[in-house]
């Protein structure tokens, strides 16, 4: 499942050098078709955070009672390595997710600037966060893939408009503030890395 998850998270990468490709060499249409492949597999970069989960029901620490003017420290951590290794191959993937997913961010945003403006660009910065949030929101909780737009779509809206309510609301709100964070710190430390 991580193999997966942090494939469909490369792929935006993969996309927007495409878009940038027929970009530079006037090829409109196939620039515009890779950035709707870049756009819809964007969220894949963001989700993987949510495959936090799946350690939800291991036990990594726990309170034990303590008996009084004990000097034992009532906090005991689980001693099950599998536990550790898992969280630290599930963070590992969400970190080299994130970063390739806020690296074709950055791409996509300066191509924007180029051909747009600089509030343009940041415009649609925005929109792409809160379009992935509600991505992100779709593929947890409804169970859809970035391609059930093209091979599921009737069944896709059915469930999306059926399904809003002031969780969804808060969700989507949450993780839009999320990626602009995660964008903004990763602009910071991109310009620091290559000064």
Not at 23 to 36: A, E, F, G, P, Q
Not at 79 to 101: A, E, M, R, T, Y
Request: glycine fraction near 4%.
């Amino acid at each position: 499942m991580l193999s997966w998850n942090v494939l469909l998270a490369v792929l935006p990468l993969l996309f927007i050098h495409k878009a940038e490709v027929g970009m530079k060499s006037d090829k409109t249409i196939y620039s515009i078709l890779w950035m709707v492949a870049w756009i819809l597999f964007f969220p894949n970069s963001v989700y993987m955070i949510t495959d936090f989960i799946h350690i939800s029901g291991d036990k990594f620490m726990w309170i034990e009672e303590v008996r009084k003017y004990s000097m034992d420290r009532p906090v005991v951590y689980g001693n099950d390595i599998l536990i550790w290794i898992k969280l630290l191959i599930i963070g590992v993937g969400f970190l080299f997710s994130l970063l390739v997913g806020l690296e074709s961010l950055y791409i996509f945003e300066q191509n924007m600037k180029v051909m747009t403006s600089k509030k343009t660009s940041i415009l649609t910065v925005l929109i792409v966060s809160l379009l992935s949030a509600i991505g992100v929101y779709i593929g947890r909780f409804l169970r859809f893939n970035s391609w059930d737009i093209f091979f599921n779509p009737v069944q896709l809206l059915k469930e999306v408009t059926t399904v809003i309510n002031t969780f969804a609301m808060q969700f989507i709100s949450v993780f839009t503030v999320f990626i602009i964070v995660c964008y903004m710190v990763y602009r910071i430390f991109r310009k620091i890395a290559l000064c």
